[in-house]
């Protein structure tokens, strides 16, 4: 089968002479769930911004086959964007903030407001539509942040620590919403964190990069099977992945010390 | 572990601590606008009681009963001149917003043209208006513009370019950082979905500029006010066109100090049903989201 995104000898040097990215090789299959877990100036960001078309990298090619391409050559990316803030507009309401990707996109809202409200009822906000951002509580702002990326009913969910400023307890309830929806949607999720436990409940697959310069030093997949729950989360599988996972992110911060 | 309050409604006292914090709260609300009050009571009694006993001269000073029978009296001839000065107010205000705005707009379009002309707005902020008001007064003479509904004479343009001159900057300079000053991640996410510049404009930028853009404004319509007054004073407006500053003018010509008086509290009062009348609209766009006005809930 096609990757859905096929990243081939990516590299990113910023003006300063910072070398973000270094021949980095991905493919992204359909309906994964991968996880880009490293330290911070790994370029895992980076990644996500090239993905998300945020970014031009600096040598290879970024290739979507089984996208159409425009006249211009670039792909139609059918993308969400979670950020790690929830990055709502105080001014617009839970309602209106969702709407934005439609608006942006020119659908009507007659033509838009059953996705609108869908997406409000995939996150559990339904009843929320027309309070203002403030008046909601830190995790609520997120699961409006991940409604708006979701209206669009995209392919592909990319996800920037999008839980790292929660508290556990509601980043533990938002990860199972999140598998959940994963599941029923069969979307494709590109998850960035530096959480080895977040990225080992959440993932099929985890890519582990390392600093300075930003490339993978190892791809694994996590095989234990979905639905998750806290069965999972106290289960000998998942230790076990645990404790590999953090031998490769401590092997990658050796490497990068050594340099 | 105690179990005990599980299932039942919790009874317990407030605390009064708390209690002598909401009394104080309370207290503070009612001082905030019963002390101002209180003590302009106080001080317009004493200059009363002053004047009366004293037997000062009402064209030394009047006492503040005078004024308000001053005010009465010359109600005719004082209110087209407030009239005129209200117009001239408002007049260069709306042209402050259009191009002080406007001018914002064309900043945030480009830094390049924002970095051409910002010089210059601060040169015509930083100049005083009474030393460039003689070059405005000639090249303006005799000059008449045609509105269809309206035409303004020569001493109006000239009214109105001075309080315009004054009043425009802040609006300008709030109105062009507020522009700048939306969320970057926002920005990313409008690129993300293909935004056009005029969609970001619209749906982004001029949202995340209005609390600066009334900050502004509150600024700018009490200079508006400032600015027509002095325009009037080195203009010099007659006859009919003559505001409350001329009216100053004439009556310490003919040391009528009480009219002096009347004139300079009806400017007063304008100045502060302007600065009222600007706070509450911005309370209005403002309070359901903007943390400005919004409670603090500690």
């Known amino acids: ?259 | 572990m105690n179990t005990a309050n599980i299932g039942s409604t919790p009874t317990a006292p407030i605390d009064t601590v708390e209690l002598a914090r909401a009394r104080s709260q309370r207290m503070t609300e009612i001082a905030s606008w019963a002390l101002p009050f209180l003590v302009l009571l106080l001080a317009l009694g004493y200059w009363q009681w002053a004047v009366v006993h004293y037997e000062i001269k009402p064209y030394l000073l009047p006492s503040p009963l005078r004024i308000v029978q001053t005010l009465g009296a010359d109600w005719q001839l004082l209110l087209p001149s407030l009239v005129n000065t209200l117009e001239i107010t408002f007049g260069a205000l709306a042209l402050a917003v259009i191009g002080g705005g406007g001018l914002a707009i064309l900043f945030a379009q480009s830094r390049w043209i924002e970095m051409a002309l910002v010089p210059f707005a601060i040169t015509l902020q930083v100049t005083p208006i009474i030393a460039v008001a003689p070059l405005i007064i000639v090249y303006l003479k005799d000059v008449t513009l045609d509105l269809g509904f309206v035409t303004l004479s020569d001493v109006t343009l000239q009214l109105l370019t001075c309080a315009w001159i004054v009043a425009f900057f802040p609006v300008l300079s709030n109105t062009t950082i507020g522009l700048n000053s939306a969320d970057h991640n926002l920005r990313n996410l409008f690129e993300l979905y293909g935004a056009s510049r005029w969609q970001t404009l619209r749906l982004l930028r001029l949202p995340a500029a209005l609390p600066y853009f009334l900050a502004g404004l509150k600024i700018a319509s009490g200079l508006a006010l400032i600015g027509a007054v002095v325009a009037e004073f080195v203009v010099g407006a007659q006859g009919a066109g003559s505001g409350l500053a001329s009216r100053i003018q004439e009556s310490a010509f003919r040391l009528n100090i009480p009219r002096m008086y009347a004139a300079v509290v009806l400017i007063s009062l304008t100045g502060i049903a302007i600065y009222l009348v600007t706070s509450w609209a911005s309370h209005l766009l403002l309070r359901r989201w903007h943390e400005s006005a919004i409670r603090r809930e500690n």
Not at chain 1, 64 to 70: L, R
Not at chain 1, 126 to 154: C, D, Q
Not at chain 1, 181 to 203: C, K, N, R
Not at chain 1, 242 to 258: K, P, T
């Open chain 1, 1 to 259: 089968m096609k990757p859905i995104i096929s990243l081939s000898d990516i590299s990113k040097t910023f003006s300063n002479g910072t070398i973000a990215l270094s021949r980095m090789s991905m493919d992204i299959g359909q309906g994964e769930f991968v996880s880009l877990l490293g330290p911070s100036g790994c370029g895992k960001s980076t990644v996500l911004r090239i993905i998300a078309g945020l970014g031009e990298p600096t040598t290879g090619i970024i290739d979507w086959p089984t996208s159409t391409y425009n006249a211009a050559g670039k792909p139609e990316r059918d993308i969400g964007f979670v950020f790690q803030e929830p990055t709502l507009m105080p001014w617009a309401t839970v309602y209106d903030n969702v709407r934005l990707p439609l608006r942006l996109k020119r659908v009507s809202q007659t033509a838009g407001h059953e996705r609108i409200m869908d997406a409000l009822a995939m996150v559990g906000l339904s009843k929320f539509a027309t309070s203002y951002p403030r008046e909601l509580s830190g995790g609520m702002k997120m699961r409006v942040s991940i409604a708006r990326a979701l209206v669009t009913r995209p392919k592909v969910l990319l996800m920037d620590e999008p839980f790292a400023a929660l508290d556990e307890i509601t980043r533990n309830k938002l990860n199972d919403d999140l598998l959940r929806l994963w599941q029923d949607q069969h979307w494709t999720v590109i998850f960035v964190t530096h959480s080895v436990y977040e990225s080992v409940y959440l993932s099929s697959r985890i890519v582990v990069m390392a600093a300075r310069p930003g490339r993978v030093v190892t791809d694994m997949a996590i095989s234990a099977g979905y639905p998750r729950d806290d069965v999972f989360r106290t289960s000998d599988a998942y230790n076990e992945a645990c404790r590999n996972a953090s031998m490769a992110l401590h092997e990658a911060m050796d490497v990068a010390d050594h340099l």
